[in-house]
Nanobody, 123 residues
Framework: VQLQASGGGLVQAGGSLRLSCAAFRRTFNSYGVGWFRQAPGKEREFVAA??????LYADPVKGRFTISRNDGVNTVYLQMNSLKPEDTAVYYC???????????????????WGQGTQVTVSS
């Protein structure tokens, strides 16, 4: 599965961005898709994920970020509102056909990764 992440950019604190993760596979609707982020000098961390088992969010983004999918166009979105400077990172989308539930929070459980898109939030 080839994934392409887009939608990053520079935004002021309190602003919004919507990231997109486009998949080039006909049966993408069966895959779990997650968003992760990595800030300079930090480890990659889980942000949000969606699959038939449900939707998961990391605590720092609950109430501000929303993950959704449009299987008609093989795309998963991450709507990010009320952005904070600490949200600055490279955001990656990933896909798995092997795991669900809380296993979606672990980066090692994803078989496919997109190239990342930079999100910068200025104070």
């Amino acid at each position: 599965v080839q994934l392409q992440a887009s939608g990053g950019g520079l935004v002021q604190a309190g602003g919004s961005l919507r990231l997109s993760c486009a998949a080039f596979r006909r049966t993408f609707n069966s895959y779990g898709v997650g968003w992760f982020r990595q800030a300079p000098g930090k480890e990659r961390e889980f942000v949000a994920a969606v699959r038939w088992s449900g939707i998961l969010y990391a605590d720092p983004v609950k109430g501000r970020f929303t993950i959704s999918r449009n299987d008609g166009v093989n795309t998963v979105y991450l709507q990010m509102n009320s952005l904070k400077p600490e949200d600055t990172a490279v955001y990656y989308c990933a896909a798995t056909n092997l795991f669900a539930d809380d296993n979606l929070k672990l980066a090692r459980n994803y078989e496919y990764w997109g190239q990342g898109t930079q999100v910068t939030v200025s104070s």
